[in-house]
């Protein structure tokens, strides 16, 4: 299977979960000055995890810590150093951030270029911020282990 069709299924994934009841009235679109460096390499990583977060209306703290530390950990493996300030500024604005499911077909369409790598540690980070608040659903967990499962086989 490609990426193009595993980040595809990642996509249908987060639209069969998504709520358009959850959206919410205003969303933060820019990232603030201050982790501006992190929106190339964060945002459209970002933008689906948020999504599932949002999913039953609430995003929890654990949830939004494991956005965070994801996507933190990916601008690592990018060369982007991050300062304790910036840290902080970004996880406030994880803790904001509410997008749109219009902003979802840009992202993946930033996503297919990523790594197979770097998919699989989505799927991962997916598979954290759907179970952080201990309710995994079955077919939830079924959905992200059989993508996993995928990104693990040799890509064609």
Do not use: N, T, W
Not at 128 to 140: F, I
């Amino acid at each position: 299977m490609s990426l193009g069709v595993l980040v595809g299924r990642f996509g249908e994934f987060v639209r069969a979960c998504h709520d358009p009841d959850a959206s919410p009235s205003s969303i933060p679109d820019e990232f603030p000055e201050i982790i501006a460096p992190l929106r190339g390499c964060a945002a459209h990583h970002l933008i689906p995890l948020a999504l599932l977060s949002g999913v039953d209306r609430e995003c929890a703290q654990s949830e939004r810590e494991a956005i965070v530390v994801y996507c933190l950990s990916i601008a690592e493996r990018r060369g982007i150093s991050v300062s304790d300030a910036e840290r902080v500024a970004f996880a406030q604005h994880v803790a904001e951030f509410r997008p749109s499911l219009m902003q979802l077909d840009p992202a993946l369409a930033l996503l297919e270029r990523d790594s197979a790598e770097d998919i699989a540690l989505l799927f991962a980070a997916a598979a954290a911020v759907v179970g952080a608040d201990g309710r995994l659903d079955p077919a939830e967990q079924k959905m992200l282990d059989e993508l996993k499962s995928e990104i693990a086989r040799p890509l064609r």
